[in-house]
């Protein structure tokens, strides 16, 4: 499944230090448990928001990943996504 876990992020922020910080997460727990993949992050620098989108079992599991990566998601929701 997907899910899409949102945190937030100050303008000033680098995205892609966000998006190494939840692809090391998701392969630590990976590693050592439940699959846990990180595809893709989203910045919205106008609401100072960042969405990431993992592939995982559980909303747990990505939480735990975030959890790993030092991350604090407000919330993790399944996302359906169409390429």
């Given at each position: 499944?997907?899910?899409?876990?949102?945190?937030?992020?100050?303008?000033?922020?680098?995205?892609?230090?966000?998006?190494?910080?939840?692809?090391?997460?998701?392969?630590?727990?990976?590693?050592?448990?439940?699959?846990?993949?990180?595809?893709?992050?989203?910045?919205?620098?106008?609401?100072?928001?960042?969405?990431?989108?993992?592939?995982?079992?559980?909303?747990?599991?990505?939480?735990?990943?975030?959890?790993?990566?030092?991350?604090?998601?407000?919330?993790?929701?399944?996302a359906?996504?169409?390429?």
């Open positions: 499944m997907l899910y899409l876990a949102e945190l937030y992020l100050p303008g000033g922020a680098a995205l892609a230090d966000v998006a190494r910080q939840a692809r090391a997460g998701a392969d630590a727990v990976a590693a050592t448990g439940p699959p846990v993949r990180f595809m893709q992050a989203i910045f919205v620098p106008l609401d100072e928001s960042c969405f990431v989108l993992y592939q995982a079992e559980s909303a747990a599991d990505v939480t735990a990943a975030g959890t790993r990566a030092g991350l604090a998601f407000e919330r993790v929701a399944v359906i996504a169409a390429w």
